[in-house]
């Protein structure tokens, strides 16, 4: 059974960092574009973060402060995020696809984690 499990997220203050983490198992996704997405109370899912081999894509509101990498020997992908704003607060989805493309609309990723929520107070 192929599973991605997020972990990391937590309550912290604007201007701090938080690294979130990803491991999946069943199966490797060393080839697969893995990446995030979050969503936020009341609003749609929204893309964060993508990468596939070694090139990355990032939301507008991501670029500068959060930073998407991966350890294809641990079948995890992180997601580094600094200077967190109050906007940030959202549930963090950790996503796969195997078409190596770095899709920015949910509906092309095939696998998805359950989330982990990351609250950041003012």
């Known amino acids: 059974q192929v599973r991605l499990v997020e972990s990391g997220g937590e309550l912290v203050q604007a201007g701090g960092s938080l690294r979130l983490s990803c491991a999946a198992s069943?199966?490797?996704?060393?080839?697969?574009?893995m990446g995030w997405f979050r969503q936020a109370p009341g609003k749609e899912r929204e893309f964060v973060a993508a990468?596939?081999?070694?090139?990355?894509s990032y939301a507008d509101s991501a670029k500068g402060r959060f930073t998407i990498s991966r350890d294809n020997a641990k079948n995890t992908v992180y997601l580094q995020m600094n200077s967190l704003e109050p906007e940030d607060t959202a549930v963090y989805y950790c996503v796969a696809d195997d078409s190596g493309f770095l899709w920015r609309v949910a509906g092309r990723y095939d696998y998805w984690g359950q989330g982990t929520q990351v609250t950041v107070s003012s």
């Open positions: 990468m596939s081999g070694s090139i990355r």
């Open positions: 069943g199966r490797t996704f060393a080839t697969s574009t």
